[in-house]
């Protein structure tokens, strides 16, 4: 007994400490852009929501489907009826206690509706392609999103480690400013500026850092993910290594979208969607033709009364007449009956018997209903011009963001450009102040603004790498690559 104790105890550790494992290195994670973007596509509350309406449509249409098939009904009762009742199998009134049931079959098919039925099907299919392109279009413009936030993490990273090696760099200088005063190369209130510069940086580092927490709270927020504190991303300086996208002609982008981008196709959807609703609603103008067929039958346990013949004395002798000259009685013989109780037939042999059918036509021509089949076929009319106007302004809203984004990526290109060119001025400005420095031929404040020059330069650097980055996927996605083949 004691040692099956200890081997449970040692099971129950070692399974403990395997999870606490998996934990810890699930913790320490580090997700990729595209681990973030799969991971949202998949968790995100209005995505899932999207899909919900997508089987709600699924639903739609499949009963738009079964309107187009006959209908099929079954029906039974049972009854016990007391008192003066009609017999339902003699139809006979009698007062009595008896047990009833009856069995329905009705099958229903509506031949001609005005083609509504038909209709209704074709509608049901295009709401779902428009579900999911307004499905295509939420994981869209999440993928965009949670890139953005990615990229808005890799900046403030980015920030972070140039100001930290800015400080280290601070603080050599700081030693070697002392050094410089005490062989009297230097006055102190060099020391002091340096030393000023250095707080200066600690605090710049400190709101770097904040920057980076924030960032990363913002993340796993859109990702759902609570353990804010452990979750971080891949440090990857990713590189700009194909700017050749940004040259292609605007009319090409433009194109290329109308063509792809679901904003367009939603659009185009909302006007069949429409129109099939007027082509319904003017349906309801025609008669209505349907067929129908029943079958029915009953059993009843009541008894029933019925004459019959007295086997032991079959005939009886009742006078019809007299004859008039003589007097005579003119007699006849009858068949003697008596009136006996019958019990029920057997339960299946009543349902042959007592079943019947029927079959038949039906027809329903609309005359009069108060304008209502004319006033919906107006506002359904309205509704298709609406759509259609709003499939214009889809249109023009596109080739405008289009356009806006072709222009933000030129515009983030050149910025990026500059920035570049400003870093390469800066470190050969610093290089010289620094030089000038260490011999003693300049003071530290003018060193300390030149090195505040330089980190400013690869701040805005930083800055201008991952916004031309990020608009440049923007405008790969107007031109119809997926979020999951973006690579950055």
Avoid: H
Avoid at 1 to 19: D, E, H
Avoid at 272 to 299: N, S, V, W
Avoid at 398 to 419: M, P
């Amino acid at each position: 007994m004691k040692n099956t104790f200890i081997c449970m105890l040692i099971l129950m550790c070692s399974a403990f400490a395997k999870a606490q494992s998996s934990t810890i290195t699930a913790t320490q994670k580090k997700w990729t852009l595209r681990e973030c973007v799969e991971y949202a596509l998949e968790n995100n509350i209005s995505i899932k929501q999207s899909e919900l309406n997508l089987e709600a449509v699924e639903a739609d249409k499949l009963s738009a489907l079964g309107n187009m098939l006959p209908s099929l009904n079954a029906s039974s009762s049972i009854s016990e009826n007391t008192g003066l009742s009609f017999n339902p199998v003699t139809n006979n009134a009698q007062t009595t206690t008896f047990l009833s049931v009856t069995g329905r079959i009705n099958v229903g098919y509506n031949l001609f509706d005005g083609l509504r039925n038909i209709r209704q099907l074709q509608r049901a299919k295009i709401s779902e392609l428009s579900s999911q392109y307004r499905l295509d279009k939420m994981k869209d413009d999440i993928s965009l999103f949670v890139a953005n936030n990615y990229l808005q993490i890799l900046t403030n990273k980015a920030n972070l480690e140039t100001l930290t090696a800015q400080n280290e760099v601070t603080l050599e200088q700081v030693e070697r400013t002392e050094e410089l005063i005490e062989a009297g190369q230097l006055p102190r209130g060099d020391l002091l500026e340096i030393r000023a510069q250095n707080a200066t940086e600690q605090q710049q580092i400190i709101v770097a850092q904040n920057a980076v927490t924030i960032s990363k709270v913002s993340l796993a927020q859109l990702l759902l993910i609570k353990d804010y504190e452990n979750f971080d991303i891949v440090d990857s300086d990713f590189e700009i290594t194909d700017e050749s996208f940004a040259n292609k002609p605007v009319g090409e982008i433009i194109a290329a979208a109308e063509d792809n981008r679901s904003e367009v196709r939603i659009a185009e959807q909302d006007v069949e969607l429409a129109e099939k609703d007027l082509q319904i609603a003017r349906g309801a103008y025609y008669p209505t033709i349907g067929a129908f067929f029943g079958y029915d039958t009953r059993y009843t346990d009541a008894t029933s009364f019925d004459q019959r013949i007295d086997q032991d004395n079959p005939f009886r002798t009742e006078q019809i007449g007299v004859v008039e000259e003589t007097g005579q009685s003119v007699v006849g013989q009858f068949p003697n009956t008596q009136t006996v109780i019958v019990g029920a037939d057997p339960f299946i042999e009543q349902l042959y018997q007592n079943d019947g059918i029927g079959y038949g036509f039906s027809l329903s021509i609309p005359i009069f209903n108060g304008f209502s089949v004319r006033s919906n076929v107006q506002r359904n009319k309205v509704n298709v011009k609406r759509a259609e106007f709003q499939l214009e302004q889809a249109r023009l809203d596109l080739e405008s963001n289009v356009y806006q984004a072709y222009v933000d990526v030129q515009g983030s290109r050149k910025s990026y450009e500059a920035a570049k060119t400003a870093l390469e001025s800066q470190e050969l400005a610093y290089d010289y102040a620094k030089e000038r420095y260490d011999v003693g031929l300049t003071n530290a404040f003018d060193f300390s603004q030149s090195k505040l020059r330089l980190n400013n330069a690869k701040i805005n650097l930083n800055q201008a790498k991952f916004d031309y980055l990020f608009r440049l996927k923007v405008l790969e996605l107007y031109f119809g690559i997926e979020p999951n083949e973006i690579k950055l």
